[in-house]
């Protein structure tokens, strides 16, 4: 996937196979996001 990081992925017996380098996705936000104020 990148120069120095590998996919976590989910084998065909369901655990999880994390590399020494895994990718971690980040999603910036606080998590409430705008929509919040709006119905709050």
Do not use: H, K, Q, T
């Given at each position: 996937m990148t120069?120095?990081?590998e996919c976590i992925v989910?084998?065909?017996d369901g655990n999880l196979v994390v590399p020494d380098f895994p990718v971690i996705?980040?999603?910036e936000g606080?998590?409430?996001?705008?929509?919040?104020?709006?119905?709050?």
């Open positions: 120069e120095n990081g989910c084998s065909a996705p980040f999603i606080d998590g409430i996001g705008p929509l919040y104020l709006i119905f709050r």
